[in-house]
């Protein structure tokens, strides 16, 4: 929910026609788009309105039972015979009798109090359900989003490189022309503008399917979409660290275990008010003429009800759920514990996938510095055709990894966020 009330807002209604009538989009556009289309989503908000009924349905329990009955009948012969001074009398042959009361419940052994209390927890839990599907949604957004980055960036490194291929293949058949080269050199720099032809082919498919997968995700007509971002700029893990301990509290996942065991707490009480004393109290208005008589009139009543033979089992039902109790604080122990090495993996995450970053954009440097230095030895003839292709390649290589780095350093980081519960 605290997703939805960050990117939605109250313009969102008015934003939400501009974002559909554009085809390029930001990655918190593709998150606003994301939180109103996905259907996960839209699921897990359906489930919080039916808990949400439930709570409702339950503090109806609070309430007066307010019935009606009505039945008429009609006998062969009277069902109440008299003798009277010689005379037999024949009664209640046929006739319709009904009446009307409401029973308004006392002490129902606390379960109507802790009836509305588990509906309420209820709701709470899966308000933090939807919390999490949102976080897990937004987090596939973002990581398809930087996917299609990645891709993108791949393509302008062939651009680059089929740029710089063209330049070379004119000289070589410069050189060719003038009898300085064979046509073997020719060939090999064909060669390698056919093999950029097909990686390119590969990565436009690639982009392509991804793209669809995203708008599809979004909830968004793939036709022309595109995205839009400024650079591949990176944040220190540095600036990230928080004391995992102390945000444990804050995870969605850790509020749920306690919902649990807030929720067994109360059935357990449930459990224990089935076996004491009920009380109500009532009133109703009752008519008949089965004596031939119009007869009508009004009652109150309290009713005690003592379940004596549950008591039997009931003792078992009650241990059985103090066990379930214990399970669920036990269970809470157990993930509260996973959840911290969870944060601990995901830092550790992070910080790799950032070194790999500074290590991969060293690499780029010196794949730079390499191609333009065989470009001068190639000049010079002191080196091959083949040796400065395979700059060319190298210089590929280490730019395509160099950015795929930064897309994985950027999901490991937004993970980190989300598993600190600040995503």
Same mark, same amino acid.
């Given at each position: 929910?605290?997703?939805?009330?960050?990117?939605?807002?109250?313009?969102?209604?008015?934003?939400?026609?501009?974002?559909?009538?554009?085809?390029?989009?930001?990655?918190?556009?593709?998150?606003?788009?994301?939180?109103?289309?996905?259907?996960?989503?839209?699921?897990?908000?359906?489930?919080?309105?039916?808990?949400? /009924?439930?709570?409702?349905?339950?503090?109806?329990?609070?309430?007066?039972?307010?019935?009606?009955?009505?039945?008429?009948?009609?006998?062969?012969?009277?069902?109440?015979?008299?003798?009277?001074?010689?005379?037999?009398? =024949?009664?209640?042959?046929?006739?319709?009798?009904?009446?009307?009361?409401?029973?308004?419940?006392?002490?129902?052994?606390?379960?109507?109090?802790?009836?509305?209390?588990?509906?309420?927890?209820?709701?709470?839990? /899966?308000?933090?359900?939807?919390?999490?599907?949102?976080?897990?949604?937004?987090?596939?957004?973002?990581?398809?989003?930087?996917?299609?980055?990645?891709?993108?960036?791949?393509?302008?490194?062939?651009?680059?490189?089929?740029?710089?291929?063209?330049?070379?293949?004119?000289?070589?058949?410069?050189?060719?022309?003038?009898?300085?080269?064979?046509?073997?050199?020719?060939?090999?720099?064909?060669?390698?503008?056919?093999?950029?032809?097909?990686?390119?082919?590969?990565?436009?498919?690639?982009?392509?399917?991804?793209?669809?997968?995203?708008?599809?995700?979004?909830?968004?007509?793939?036709?022309?979409?595109?995205?839009?971002?400024?650079?591949?700029?990176?944040?220190?893990?540095?600036?990230?660290?928080?004391?995992?301990?102390?945000?444990?509290?804050?995870?969605?996942?850790?509020?749920?275990?306690?919902?649990?065991?807030?929720?067994?707490?109360?059935?357990?009480?449930?459990?224990?008010?089935?076996?004491?004393?009920?009380?109500?109290?009532?009133?109703?208005?009752?008519?008949?003429?089965?004596?031939?008589?119009?007869?009508?009139?009004?009652?109150?009543?309290?009713?005690? =009800?003592?379940?004596?033979?549950?008591?039997?089992?009931?003792?078992?039902?009650?241990?059985?759920?103090?066990?379930?109790?214990?399970?669920?604080?036990?269970?809470?122990?157990?993930?509260?514990?996973?959840?911290?090495?969870?944060?601990?993996?995901?830092?550790?995450?992070?910080?790799?996938?950032?070194?790999?970053?500074?290590?991969?954009?060293?690499?780029?440097?010196?794949?730079?510095?390499?191609?333009?230095?065989?470009?001068?030895?190639?000049?010079?003839?002191?080196?091959?055709?083949?040796?400065?292709?395979?700059?060319? =390649?190298?210089?590929?290589?280490?730019?395509?990894?160099?950015?795929?780095?930064?897309?994985?350093?950027?999901?490991?980081?937004?993970?980190?966020?989300?598993?600190?519960?600040?995503?």
């Amino acid at each position: 929910m605290k997703k939805r009330n960050l990117y939605l807002g109250c313009l969102l209604i008015a934003v939400s026609g501009a974002i559909q009538a554009q085809s390029s989009f930001t990655l918190e556009q593709c998150k606003e788009l994301t939180l109103k289309n996905n259907y996960e989503i839209r699921k897990s908000e359906l489930q919080l309105k039916g808990a949400e /009924q439930s709570r409702k349905e339950a503090f109806t329990n609070y309430f007066p039972v307010v019935s009606a009955t009505g039945t008429a009948m009609n006998a062969s012969a009277g069902t109440m015979n008299m003798e009277m001074m010689g005379t037999t009398l =024949s009664l209640m042959k046929n006739g319709v009798l009904g009446g009307v009361t409401a029973t308004q419940p006392v002490f129902a052994g606390g379960n109507i109090v802790n009836g509305n209390k588990l509906a309420k927890v209820g709701v709470e839990a /899966q308000r933090y359900q939807l919390d999490l599907s949102e976080d897990e949604i937004l987090l596939q957004t973002e990581q398809s989003y930087y996917q299609i980055v990645s891709l993108q960036e791949k393509l302008r490194t062939l651009d680059q490189l089929e740029e710089m291929l063209q330049h070379l293949r004119r000289d070589v058949e410069n050189s060719f022309k003038a009898g300085l080269i064979t046509q073997n050199d020719v060939l090999k720099v064909k060669l390698k503008q056919n093999e950029l032809a097909s990686n390119r082919l590969s990565v436009e498919n690639g982009l392509d399917i991804t793209k669809k997968l995203l708008c599809q995700h979004m909830g968004t007509d793939p036709s022309g979409f595109s995205i839009t971002y400024d650079s591949l700029w990176m944040e220190s893990p540095a600036n990230l660290l928080v004391n995992h301990a102390e945000v444990l509290s804050a995870r969605n996942e850790y509020k749920l275990l306690d919902k649990n065991v807030e929720a067994n707490n109360l059935q357990l009480k449930i459990k224990q008010g089935e076996f004491l004393p009920k009380v109500a109290v009532g009133a109703g208005y009752m008519y008949h003429n089965l004596t031939d008589v119009n007869t009508d009139f009004g009652v109150v009543f309290a009713t005690v =009800s003592i379940p004596i033979s549950a008591w039997w089992g009931g003792s078992h039902a009650i241990k059985k759920q103090k066990i379930n109790q214990q399970v669920a604080m036990n269970d809470r122990q157990n993930k509260s514990e996973q959840l911290l090495l969870q944060m601990q993996q995901a830092l550790n995450d992070m910080e790799e996938s950032y070194k790999q970053v500074k290590l991969a954009e060293e690499a780029v440097a010196e794949a730079t510095e390499n191609l333009r230095l065989n470009e001068d030895y190639y000049k010079a003839g002191t080196v091959t055709l083949t040796d400065l292709l395979d700059a060319q =390649s190298f210089l590929q290589q280490t730019r395509d990894r160099y950015t795929e780095s930064i897309t994985v350093y950027r999901f490991k980081r937004s993970n980190y966020l989300q598993v600190t519960g600040r995503y």
